[in-house]
């Protein structure tokens, strides 16, 4: 029971940002949650697999991350659920900026770096964490997140310094 317990303590506060990053990997807030849902029960069943000298938030979006891709795998199979739609924001929710053209400039990203954009911005993880979720050196953590802002920023048609 205690170690239930301390996963609990240690997963409750990355729920929100779970959410937000596997609903900019899925496209759907149902999904999204679907595969957080999921993602907690196995990070709950392989809990004892978990080494505590690691970053927690790392090993455990990773199991997210994997989650996701296996949601995206099955609705490629189905084929019956579109992978570009996005809900949109309710109407009383002003955009501070285009939507639409953020996720279509993320969408031009090659995959590894469209990835790291979301666990980063969506998912909230630090380097160490990224360097965990991916199993990639915090070294090219650092690097692919600098050539991912770039890109994305090309893609968006910003000045880049």
């Not at 189905?78 to 992978?83: D, G, H």
């Not at 954009?117 to 050196?137: K, M, N, Q």
């Not at 090219?140 to 910003?158: C, D, F, I, P, Q």
Request: hydrophobic share 45%; with cysteine.
């Amino acid at each position: 029971m205690a170690e239930a317990d301390s996963y609990e303590r240690a997963l409750r506060p990355l729920l929100r940002q779970a959410g937000g990053y596997a609903r900019g990997i899925l496209q759907s807030r149902a999904d999204a949650e679907d595969a957080v849902q999921q993602a907690a029960l196995k990070g709950l069943e392989r809990i004892a697999q978990y080494d505590d000298a690691r970053p927690f938030a790392g090993w455990w979006f990773a199991i997210l991350r994997n989650c996701c891709i296996d949601m995206l795998r099955r609705r490629a199979r189905a084929a019956t659920v579109p992978l570009d739609g996005h809900d949109p924001p309710a109407p009383d929710q002003p955009e501070p900026f285009d939507l639409a053209q953020l996720e279509a400039a993320l969408a031009s990203l090659p995959p590894t770096q469209q990835e790291i954009v979301r666990l980063r911005y969506h998912g909230g993880l630090a380097y160490a964490d990224l360097a965990e979720a991916l199993a990639i050196p915090r070294g090219t953590v650092m690097s692919r997140l600098h050539n991912a802002r770039k890109a994305l920023a090309r893609a968006l048609g910003e000045e880049i310094p």
